[in-house]
């Protein structure tokens, strides 16, 4: 509570050797520890709080975050899956999966992770948003179009969703759609104030 890391961290580490067995004990040290910048540390801490505690939700998620910052993805996805198993409707888990997907460039695992998003959460619109360019990408028009008008149907202002929209339509070759999307999309990329892709 007095902010000093290093005597807590100091504390902690001591507890633990009096008594290895203590989930709060290592889970703490290992959030005070990553606070430091130490991820090594940290993520070995969580690592031992999590077989100490192997169906707590916040030590899975907290590793996954640690993996992430040091840039250990594919740790980072497997200590988030195992989160999933843990909790299998949570939706954030699964956006959080997708994220780091998109930074292993595995744009496969990175759809079905949104599209795992959007079951659990279908009030969503990141992940309508990120599964529509996806799908639209893959050729899924039918369900690229679904995502976009579910988006737009909760943020109107994203000029974003009328030009996947107009995508679409020159996809399936409805010009006239197309134009009708596009001009759609214009007012709103005023107010927004950025470019038109």
């Keep these: 509570k007095k902010k000093d890391l290093d005597k807590a961290i100091a504390a902690f580490q001591e507890a633990n050797k009096q008594d290895p067995k203590i989930f709060d004990g290592h889970y703490i040290l290992g959030q005070l520890l990553g606070e430091k910048g130490k991820g090594d540390e940290a993520i070995a801490e969580l690592a031992k709080a999590g077989e100490l505690n192997p169906d707590n939700l916040e030590v899975q998620m907290n590793l996954a975050r640690t993996f992430d910052k040091l840039n250990k993805f594919d740790e980072a996805v497997a200590a988030f899956e195992h989160a999933a198993k843990i909790k299998p409707n949570e939706a954030e888990v699964y956006?959080?999966?997708?994220?780091?997907?998109?930074?292993?460039?595995?744009?496969?695992?990175?759809?079905?992770?949104?599209?795992?998003?959007?079951?659990?959460?279908?009030?969503?619109?990141?992940?309508?948003?990120?599964?529509?360019?996806?799908?639209?990408?893959?050729?899924?028009?039918?369900?690229?179009?679904?995502?976009?008008?579910?988006?737009?149907?909760?943020?109107?202002?994203?000029?974003?969703?009328?030009?996947?929209?107009?995508?679409?339509?020159?996809?399936?070759?409805?010009?006239?759609?197309?134009?009708?999307?596009?001009?759609?999309?214009?007012?709103?990329?005023?107010?927004?104030?950025?470019?038109?892709?």
């Design 95 to 197: 956006v959080l999966i997708a994220k780091l997907q998109q930074k292993k460039k595995d744009k496969d695992k990175e759809y079905d992770a949104w599209d795992r998003a959007v079951k659990y959460d279908p009030r969503n619109v990141e992940a309508h948003l990120a599964l529509s360019w996806l799908a639209l990408d893959k050729g899924q028009f039918d369900k690229a179009e679904k995502g976009f008008q579910e988006a737009a149907r909760k943020r109107t202002d994203d000029h974003m969703i009328y030009v996947g929209l107009g995508r679409i339509a020159v996809k399936r070759e409805d010009y006239r759609r197309a134009m009708e999307q596009y001009r759609r999309a214009l007012p709103r990329r005023r107010l927004a104030g950025r470019g038109l892709p």
